[in-house]
């Protein structure tokens, strides 16, 4: 989990939510790019965060993309976030004995518009937080930032702030997280 | 302690690869070439446990070869790059994984663009303007850092080239023997002397 750096967060807000990532690329103290993709789009309204080993990273963005694709071709209709959830929970729990190291946070809005965030250890144990979920090499910082900046019912505008100074501050005080971020907006 | 480096230009990619065949303390050889050509404007640059070099490298040829003989196209460098990682993150996970790293680079006919793609032995894939594989990597990065542009013509490209090997001559404790440079643009592949 340590060996490629890289963090992400989700946040919640009134009718909306938050995804971000850092955007670097290392092995272990060696940054090799600052351009390295974590937070990959699903649906206009639902996306998926993949911290951890870069190789998982890719290979199950890649496994989530194909199986994505399937569902809307055979139900017709866009994957939901909790269904997008229970997928990614039992792809991940099929490794349960030679796991991808990869942690996926999903942030999305529902059809009616309501935010959903979900968090998973790498095994696939589901979490159903309402406020924010975070992983990857600042955990523990970002913890502490979102518990000190977040609160309920923020407009998408303070949501992003609230969410980019969080992810900032606590990139600054990890050595193989940062070199620029990226947020998206639902 | 093998050493690739990579680096695009304006319309170009340029690489440079040592030439050292080790074994443990001993040289066998000092004029290895460590990279194919997938096709007329990709080469693989690799290192890695010989033996697994050699036979994954010809692995990646002889596909892309044959995916171009069977669909009547040649193979992109993203699409050549994206097999490529494909099968070295399918070989992680099996009972004997390759120990190679690699280099691709090359020139894209289609959009007139240099590409370049760094891989290593567990299948991370990442484009890059330069790029570098080996403790060398540590003594070249910085000076890349300060010197590239993403517009650089080939003779700039060859004096950075230059002042990386010059630094790994006087800073890294192992003498390589030898480097080879090769140039992929439009015309396919060339080796060139600097």
């Known amino acids: 989990m340590d060996y490629n750096g890289g963090t992400v967060l989700a946040m919640a807000g009134k009718n909306c939510v938050v995804v ?6 290392g092995v272990q103290n060696l940054t090799l790019s600052t351009e390295f993709q974590k937070v990959f789009p699903v649906t ?30 055979r139900e017709e209709r866009e994957i939901e976030p909790l269904t997008l959830a229970n997928m990614i929970s039992s792809t991940l729990y099929g490794r349960r004995f030679g796991p991808y190291f ?12 309501k935010p959903h965030i979900y968090g998973m250890d790498l095994i696939g144990c589901l979490n159903f937080p309402d406020d924010f979920a975070v992983a990857g090499c600042a955990e523990a910082a970002l913890f502490g930032m979102c518990e000190s900046l977040w609160e309920p ?20 005080r990890n050595s193989i997280v940062g070199w620029g971020a990226v947020i998206h907006t639902m | 302690m093998e050493f690739l480096l990579g680096m695009t230009g304006k319309d170009f990619t340029l690489t ?11 040289v066998f050889k000092n004029d290895e070439d460590k990279s194919l050509e997938l096709n007329k404007h990709v080469l693989m640059l690799y290192s890695g446990s010989p033996g697994d070099t050699l036979h994954f490298a010809e692995y990646i040829q002889r596909n892309v070869k044959l995916y171009e003989i069977k669909n009547g196209i040649e193979l992109t460098p993203k699409a050549t790059a994206t097999f490529t ?6 070989s992680l996970r099996s009972r004997k994984p390759y120990n190679v790293n690699l280099l691709i680079a090359g020139y894209d006919v289609t959009t007139s663009l240099p590409h370049l793609y760094w891989i290593d032995h567990l299948g991370t894939n990442a484009t890059m303007p330069y790029a570098a594989h080996g403790y060398g990597a540590f003594y070249t990065l ?3 850092d300060k010197y590239h542009r993403p517009d650089i013509s080939l003779d700039e490209a060859k004096a950075i080239a230059k002042k990386c090997i010059e630094e790994l001559k006087t800073r890294f404790f ?9 140039v992929s643009d439009k015309d396919g592949i060339r080796e060139i002397e600097i």
């Open chain 1, 20 to 25: 971000g990532s850092d955007k670097r690329l």
């Open chain 1, 44 to 73: 206009e309204k639902c996306y998926i965060a993949l911290p951890g080993l870069a190789t998982d990273v890719q290979t199950l963005s890649e496994l989530f993309r194909l199986k994505c694709n399937m569902y809307k071709l």
């Open chain 1, 102 to 113: 990869c942690e996926p946070i999903i942030a999305g809005l529902d059809k009616n518009n």
């Open chain 1, 153 to 172: 019912d923020l407009e998408p505008d303070e949501l992003f702030e609230t969410a980019s100074q969080a992810l900032l501050s606590a990139a600054d």
């Open chain 2, 16 to 26: 440079i690869s040592d030439t050292a065949a080790t074994r443990s303390i001993i």
């Open chain 2, 85 to 90: 990682r494909r099968e070295m993150a399918t």
């Open chain 2, 142 to 144: 910085g000076i890349l």
């Open chain 2, 174 to 182: 192992i003498n390589l023997s030898g480097f080879k440079v090769k």
